[in-house]
């Protein structure tokens, strides 16, 4: 059939010289075909080459710098190459030497990012797969006006984009082998100055402590060092005097200035001056102390739940509510819900665990220095707990229940000193550890030098003479 067409259709059509080109092609016909063949291979040869042998100079410079960095890379990788780890150096490489071209684009008003993406020409499957990280799809979704993202964009690819998601902090995207990763980046800082802050509170603390230039965020600081020892929302009286020493920090990135550490408080109270020295000992734990070194963070929690309300409180003359005569109650009832998780109050070792009489499933703690713990009517255990194993503050050693004599859902929390009953609301709870003694000279020498940098007498005495509450001596 097609022979009968062509044959039909080429002598009306085709001009002369295609004619005689056609009878040379039939002459040569094998030697054509034998030329596109050739061609062929050299195609299928050229391309084999480009998939096997990719970017050859690159694997020289590869090998090059997996020799720089010591052991690890060299000598695992042979050099004659396994792809995926030589393919993230070599995204990383232009990174290093000459820094790529960041473009920072600011946001418009009723822009996204896909509209962003648009104006970038970058594909919107790249921002398909970036939205996919959880991150990203939050910091997306709280786009603002006037917010500058900055794109790392080569060939029309996204590298790198860079999201501000607070004041301090940015989320990264970058681009690896199988896709993108996003990390929240904190804004490097700087410690630039000390600064000092003095305020006489007349009604409160974080009032007029603003009103005298204190940053809200150190007021608060403060309130929180001296938590363990004052309520600043109640017990604090007018005439009340606070000092405070603290770090001021350069945000390298945008330039602004915030507070940083508090280095030491002095809170003045109806005369008596108490203070709080930031110290760092040897095993890098930061903390703070009084002048003598004791520290100010209680070593005991008040309750053994985060949520639940006081159902029965420590009573030693209490009618029972299950057995209907009087019999003490030697400790706090915490109500909470089956199940609510119930936490060591502090550090010790488990000195009993298991089932006894009315407390039912019970666990009893012993913290030293004569004080022991117990927490009653659990429902279960925590797992692999039993008697001798060290338990921290916080942990959760078992479960809300109403095992033994209970009437409802309760922790029965006892606290006891050489075995006799404490009311656990009212007990002076013990400090943490102070100042190791080995430390002791380094923290004298800190006492002295910021005592002096925050000047508390001289502020402090005019404002309280001129009250007219004065404190005793
Ligand atoms: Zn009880």
């Given at each position: 059939?097609?022979?009968?067409?062509?044959?039909s259709?080429?002598?009306?059509?085709?001009?002369?010289h295609?004619?005689?080109l056609?009878?040379?092609?039939?002459?040569?016909?094998?030697?054509?075909?034998?030329?596109?063949?050739?061609?062929?291979?050299?195609?299928?040869?050229?391309?084999?080459?480009?998939?096997?042998?990719p970017?050859?100079?690159?694997?020289?410079?590869?090998?090059?710098?997996?020799g720089?960095?010591?052991?690890?890379?060299?000598?695992?990788?042979?050099?004659?190459?396994?792809?995926?780890?030589?393919?993230?150096e070599?995204?990383?490489m232009?990174?290093?030497?000459?820094?790529?071209?960041?473009?920072?684009?600011k946001?418009?008003?009723?822009?996204?990012?896909s509209?962003?993406?648009?104006r970038?020409?970058?594909?919107p499957?790249?921002?398909?797969?970036?939205?996919?990280?959880?991150l990203?799809k939050?910091?997306?979704?709280?786009?603002?006006?006037?917010?500058?993202?900055?794109?790392v964009?080569?060939?029309?690819?996204?590298?790198?984009l860079t999201?501000?998601i607070?004041?301090?902090?940015?989320?990264?995207?970058?681009?690896?082998?199988?896709?993108?990763?996003?990390?929240?980046?904190?804004?490097?800082?700087t410690?630039?100055?000390?600064?000092?802050?003095?305020?006489t509170?007349?009604t409160?603390?974080?009032i007029?402590?603003?009103?005298?230039?204190?940053?809200?965020?150190?007021?608060?600081?403060?309130?929180?060092?001296?938590?363990?020892?004052?309520?600043?929302?109640?017990?604090?009286h007018?005439?009340?005097?606070?000092?405070?020493?603290?770090q001021?920090?350069k945000?390298?990135k945008i330039?602004?200035?915030?507070?940083?550490?508090?280095?030491?408080?002095?809170?003045?109270?109806?005369?008596?001056t108490y203070?709080?020295?930031?110290?760092?000992?040897?095993?890098g734990?930061?903390?703070?102390?009084?002048?003598?070194?004791?520290?100010?963070?209680?070593?005991?929690n008040?309750?053994?739940?985060t949520?639940?309300?006081?159902?029965?409180?420590f009573?030693?003359h209490?009618?029972?509510?299950?057995?209907g005569?009087?019999?003490?109650?030697?400790?706090?009832d915490?109500?909470a819900?089956?199940?609510?998780?119930i936490?060591?109050?502090?550090?010790?070792?488990?000195a009993?665990?298991?089932?006894k009489?009315?407390?039912?499933?019970?666990i009893?703690?012993?913290?030293?220095?004569?004080?022991?713990?117990?927490?009653?009517?659990?429902?279960?255990?925590?797992?692999?707990?039993y008697v001798?194993?060290a338990v921290?503050?916080?942990?959760?050693?078992?479960?809300?229940?109403m095992?033994?004599?209970?009437?409802?859902?309760?922790?029965?929390?006892e606290?006891?000193?050489n075995?006799?009953?404490q009311?656990?609301?009212?007990?002076?709870?013990?400090?943490?550890?102070?100042?190791?003694?080995?430390?002791?000279?380094?923290?004298?020498?800190?006492v002295?030098?910021?005592?002096?940098e925050?000047?508390?007498?001289k502020?402090?005495?005019p404002t309280?003479s001129?009250?007219?509450s004065?404190?005793?001596?």
């Amino acid at each position: 059939m097609q022979s009968e067409k062509e044959s039909s259709r080429k002598p009306k059509k085709l001009p002369e010289h295609v004619l005689h080109l056609n009878g040379l092609m039939r002459r040569h016909q094998r030697r054509v075909i034998a030329v596109i063949i050739t061609l062929l291979w050299l195609t299928i040869l050229f391309i084999a080459s480009l998939i096997f042998f990719p970017n050859r100079d690159y694997n020289e410079q590869i090998t090059f710098q997996a020799g720089a960095p010591p052991s690890s890379l060299s000598g695992e990788l042979p050099s004659p190459l396994p792809e995926i780890p030589l393919e993230t150096e070599i995204s990383a490489m232009p990174i290093v030497p000459a820094g790529p071209p960041v473009e920072k684009i600011k946001v418009k008003s009723g822009e996204n990012l896909s509209s962003i993406f648009l104006r970038l020409h970058l594909s919107p499957q790249e921002l398909a797969k970036i939205l996919k990280l959880p991150l990203v799809k939050n910091a997306a979704r709280r786009l603002r006006v006037g917010q500058e993202l900055e794109f790392v964009i080569t060939n029309n690819q996204l590298q790198e984009l860079t999201i501000p998601i607070s004041s301090t902090e940015d989320l990264e995207i970058k681009k690896i082998d199988l896709g993108f990763v996003a990390n929240s980046v904190p804004h490097e800082m700087t410690i630039t100055s000390t600064k000092f802050g003095s305020v006489t509170v007349h009604t409160s603390l974080y009032i007029d402590g603003e009103h005298a230039g204190i940053p809200m965020k150190v007021l608060v600081g403060v309130a929180t060092i001296f938590n363990s020892a004052f309520d600043f929302t109640r017990e604090i009286h007018p005439g009340d005097h606070v000092g405070v020493v603290y770090q001021e920090l350069k945000d390298t990135k945008i330039g602004t200035f915030q507070p940083g550490a508090i280095l030491s408080a002095a809170f003045t109270h109806l005369g008596k001056t108490y203070y709080a020295f930031r110290f760092v000992d040897s095993n890098g734990n930061v903390a703070y102390y009084n002048e003598k070194g004791e520290s100010l963070r209680r070593a005991f929690n008040r309750r053994p739940i985060t949520i639940g309300r006081i159902s029965s409180p420590f009573n030693l003359h209490r009618l029972h509510p299950i057995l209907g005569y009087v019999r003490p109650h030697t400790g706090t009832d915490f109500a909470a819900p089956y199940g609510t998780p119930i936490h060591a109050t502090a550090d010790g070792r488990i000195a009993f665990i298991g089932r006894k009489g009315g407390y039912g499933r019970v666990i009893v703690i012993n913290h030293g220095h004569g004080i022991t713990t117990l927490y009653g009517h659990m429902s279960r255990f925590a797992r692999s707990e039993y008697v001798g194993i060290a338990v921290k503050i916080n942990q959760v050693i078992g479960y809300i229940g109403m095992s033994g004599l209970a009437s409802g859902p309760h922790v029965h929390y006892e606290y006891r000193i050489n075995d006799q009953y404490q009311d656990p609301m009212k007990v002076i709870l013990p400090n943490a550890a102070p100042v190791p003694s080995v430390q002791k000279a380094a923290f004298a020498e800190l006492v002295k030098k910021e005592i002096s940098e925050m000047d508390i007498p001289k502020t402090v005495v005019p404002t309280v003479s001129a009250n007219s509450s004065p404190a005793p001596a």
